[in-house]
């Protein structure tokens, strides 16, 4: 069973307006929460994560998430993008496997394109 | 430091053929995870691996098959390529020590085309 789920698969936007991409996760879930970029042509890499501690995680580029309890969210905002922030954003919970360990569980991705 | 490598970056098959993918990662890195991209699908976990030896099942094992005879090495294998298998295939890799917690680290993909 999906433990997190993208609302939106595409989001275009102008240049340097702001931007917000939902993720939303499964309350029976552990809480660690992760977003992931990936560039055209490119592997994912780590863009951010929440642990514990303060619910506002930034990023080295601009971006930050909000750990929301209540409302079982973690979404991803950036106040004003750049063109060279095209690309496929995931959101990833650890769920629980069957043996025990935790396995990074990714919602479908939303494609964020920004236009001139 | 090269990460986690896959090979071979892009491979066309014909359907009933077989073909391996081999991931390494050089960073003593204890799971690693083998998944695969479609559109509108996002990632699916196929295999992954807790340690040298040991292999599970994920999300969408049928048809593929694993092993991990050494720690930095983690072999996907398809022993009769279909067309459904037509994607591209991420192998992941991430220390223990930090639990659920762990980043993941990718490689950059295997395009994969089934004919």
């Known amino acids: 069973a999906q433990s997190v789920t993208q609302l939106d698969s595409q989001v275009p936007v102008f240049e340097e307006a702001p931007v917000e991409l939902r993720c939303n996760y499964s309350?029976?879930?552990?809480?660690?929460l992760f977003w992931y970029v990936q560039y055209p042509n490119q592997g994912l890499q780590l863009l951010l994560k929440?642990?514990?501690?303060?619910?506002l995680v930034e990023s080295i580029n601009g971006f930050e998430a909000e750990f929301n309890k209540s409302q079982t969210s973690f979404h991803l905002r950036k106040p004003s993008v750049h063109i060279s922030d095209t690309a496929e954003y995931f959101c990833?919970?650890?769920?629980?496997?069957?043996?025990?360990?935790?396995?990074?569980?990714f919602g479908r991705g939303t494609s964020l394109i920004v236009h001139p | 430091n090269a990460g986690v490598t896959q090979t071979p970056k892009f491979r066309v098959l014909k359907t009933g053929q077989s073909m391996t993918l081999l991931c390494a990662q050089d960073?003593?890195?204890?799971?690693m995870y083998w998944y695969r991209q479609d559109p509108g699908m996002g990632l699916r976990l196929i295999h992954y691996?807790?340690?040298?030896?040991?292999?599970a099942k994920g999300e969408v094992p049928d048809g593929y098959n694993v092993s991990r005879l050494k720690k930095q090495n983690f072999l996907l294998g398809l022993e009769s390529a279909a067309p459904s298998q037509t994607s591209v295939y991420f192998c992941?890799?991430?220390?223990?020590?930090?639990?659920?917690?762990?980043?993941?680290?990718f490689g950059e993909g295997s395009r994969l085309t089934v004919l």
């Open positions: 992941a890799s991430r220390l223990t020590s930090g639990g659920s917690t762990g980043e993941l680290f």
């Open positions: 309350s029976s879930v552990s809480v660690y």
């Open positions: 929440y642990l514990s501690g303060s619910t």
């Open positions: 990833a919970v650890p769920a629980p496997s069957t043996g025990g360990s935790y396995i990074p569980t």
């Open positions: 960073m003593n890195h204890e799971y």
């Open positions: 691996s807790v340690g040298e030896g040991t292999t």
